[in-house]
């Protein structure tokens, strides 16, 4: 009896917290586009956040290096090759920090480039939201096929009042 009463709370609880996920899965995207209109770059602003249970462990958004030029193109329109991408940034930031990437959830308001999936993998982020899908996707099917759960998105201002 004990048993069924501890297997019948685990149930409500997931059920809960699914519909709960889904709101703090929005709220953080939008938190991650807020992030991204940080950055210096003009052809694309991307934002990140990553969660760790429930805490914000870091963020990020596209930009040159500490110390470089702010301006992340050349005259031409071209990205500098030093650039670094949001999802980047966020998990070297947690490489200087005392955080642990491990089993956190990384949301980017766009999905992630093939370098940077290699990064994700590595840093052990478990899974990755995102709202918009980059051009290529060989960074996602990469992250899938490494067994990282993969979630879009596409409108974190649409809430339903439900939820
Ligand atoms: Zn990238």
């Not at 991650?32 to 003009?42: D, F, I, N, R, V």
Request: glycine share 6%.
């Amino acid at each position: 009896m004990k048993l069924l009463c501890k297997t019948m709370d685990t149930t409500v609880k997931n059920y809960i917290s699914s519909e709960k996920q889904i709101r703090y899965d929005k709220a953080y995207l939008r938190m991650a586009l807020e992030w991204g209109k940080l950055s210096q770059c003009t052809r694309k602003k991307v934002g990140a956040i990553i969660v760790k249970d429930n805490i914000i462990i870091s963020d990020g958004f596209n930009g040159t290096p500490t110390g470089f030029d702010n301006s992340c193109e050349t005259s031409e329109g071209d990205t500098h090759w030093y650039v670094l991408h949001a999802e980047a940034n966020a998990i070297l930031k947690l490489a200087r920090s005392n955080n642990c990437g491990k089993n956190s959830t990384l949301y980017i308001t766009l999905s992630p480039c093939r370098e940077c999936s290699k990064l994700i993998l590595q840093a052990g982020i478990k899974r990755v939201v995102y709202i918009n899908s980059y051009k290529d996707t060989s960074g996602l099917d990469f992250l899938i096929t490494a067994g990282i759960e993969v979630n879009q998105i596409e409108d974190p201002f649409l809430i339903n009042e439900k939820l």
